[in-house]
C-alpha cells in the first residue's frame, strides 16, 4: 500500500511548476518592562512569469514578562488560510497563556497547537518565536561594556543550548568573567585578496 501523503516519483516543473517559498520574521522588544515578541508568516507559490498565490499567513504578538519569559497574552491574526475552519486555531493560541518561553514552551506549544484544535503553520511560528528568546539576550549585551551596571544578566539557562553557549565556550566565559563580548565577525565573508 502506498502512503497517501507520498511524494510522486517523477517530480517535474511540467507536472509542478513554479516555488513554493515560506517567509518567517520575528522581532523582539522591550516594552514596559515585558519582553514581546512579534512574528509573521506567509507561505506562498509563485512562478518565473509572475503569478503569484497566498497559501497560508499568520501575525503573532507574544507578550512575555521576566525572568522566565512567562506568556502574559498572546495575538493571533489569522492571513491567507485555506480552509474555514483554519482560523480558529487563532482561539487555541490562548492555551499558550501561562507558558515560559525559557523552559518546557515547545511541549506545551505542541499540546496547545499540535493537534485538531491547532495549526501546524501556527505552531512553527509560535516555535521560531519562542527559539528567538535565545537570540534576545543579545539585548542584555548590545550596550554592556562588561561593567553589568544592573547585576550580571543570567546566561546560565542557556548553557550548552548550542554551540555558541557551550559550558567551556567563549560566550559563557566571558559572561562569568564580566567581560564584553567581541565584535560579531561575518564568517560568510570571502577572504581578502593578497
Known amino acids: 500500500m502506498v502512503d497517501p501523503m507520498a511524494w510522486p516519483m517523477e517530480l517535474v516543473p ?5 516555488t513554493i517559498r515560506r517567509e518567517m520574521t520575528v522581532e523582539a522588544r522591550a516594552e514596559d518592562g515585558r519582553l514581546v515578541f512579534t512574528a509573521v508568516l506567509r507561505d506562498r507559490w509563485y512562478d518565473d512569469a509572475g503569478a503569484e498565490e497566498e497559501i ?8 512575555t514578562e521576566p525572568p ?22 487563532a482561539h487555541a493560541a490562548q492555551g499558550l ?11 506545551g506549544a505542541l499540546a496547545v497547537l499540535g493537534g485538531v484544535e491547532g495549526c501546524t503553520h501556527l505552531l512553527t511560528l509560535v516555535l521560531a518565536a519562542s527559539n528567538h528568546q535565545v537570540v534576545t539576550q543579545y539585548l542584555l549585551t548590545r550596550v554592556d561594556d562588561g561593567s ?3 547585576g550580571t544578566p543570567d546566561f546560565e539557562q542557556i548553557t550548552d543550548t548550542c554551540s555558541g553557549w557551550k559550558e567551556s565556550g ?3 566565559r566571558l559572561v562569568r568573567k564580566g567581560e564584553p563580548f567581541p565584535v560579531h565577525v561575518d564568517y560568510g565573508q570571502d577572504p581578502p585578496q593578497n
Open 170 to 172: 567563549t560566550g559563557i
Open 97 to 107: 497563556v501561562g507558558l515560559r518561553l525559557t523552559k518546557g514552551f515547545r511541549a
Open 148 to 150: 553589568h551596571p544592573e
Open 14 to 18: 511540467e507536472r509542478y511548476p513554479g
Open 68 to 89: 522566565d519569559l512567562t506568556v502574559v497574552a498572546v495575538e493571533v491574526r489569522p492571513r491567507h488560510l485555506p480552509f474555514p475552519e483554519c482560523p480558529l486555531a
Open 56 to 63: 497560508h499567513g499568520y501575525e503573532v504578538r507574544l507578550v
